[in-house]
């Protein structure tokens, strides 16, 4: 089991900035991705951003130059720096954790980022 523990949402302007964090605790084992999908109101749940333990990251080409994702290996910590927020990132953000070559998927509980004015 491992289990996700989601911070640092909120309610941000348009052009501003908001830092996710996502520690996770339990059967940690490498390799494995982290990462954060978004979901907001009547729509699909979106892959933001992943990172693997060993640095390699993806993106979304809708928060690319945007967003920036890392991790603290050493603490399972990883992060989401959202910067020039759009209304359209408004959404529920989850963090995943997936061990490589398993299907199963942990995640978190979720946080709100509303971007409005």
């Known amino acids: 089991q491992v289990q996700l523990v989601e911070s640092g949402g909120g309610l941000v302007q348009p052009g501003g900035s908001l830092r996710l964090s996502c520690a996770a605790s339990?059967?940690?084992?490498?390799?494995?991705?982290m990462g954060w999908y978004r979901q907001a109101p009547g729509k699909q749940r979106d892959m933001v951003a992943t990172i693997t333990d060993a640095g390699s990251t993806r993106y979304a080409d809708s928060v690319k130059g945007r967003f920036t994702i890392s991790r603290d290996n050493a603490k399972n910590t990883v992060f989401l720096q959202m910067n020039s927020l759009k209304p359209e990132d408004s959404a529920v953000y989850s963090c995943l954790f997936q061990r490589a070559g398993s299907l199963r998927t942990f995640w978190g509980q979720g946080t709100q980022v509303t971007v409005s004015s």
């Open positions: 339990g059967s940690i084992f490498s390799p494995n991705v």
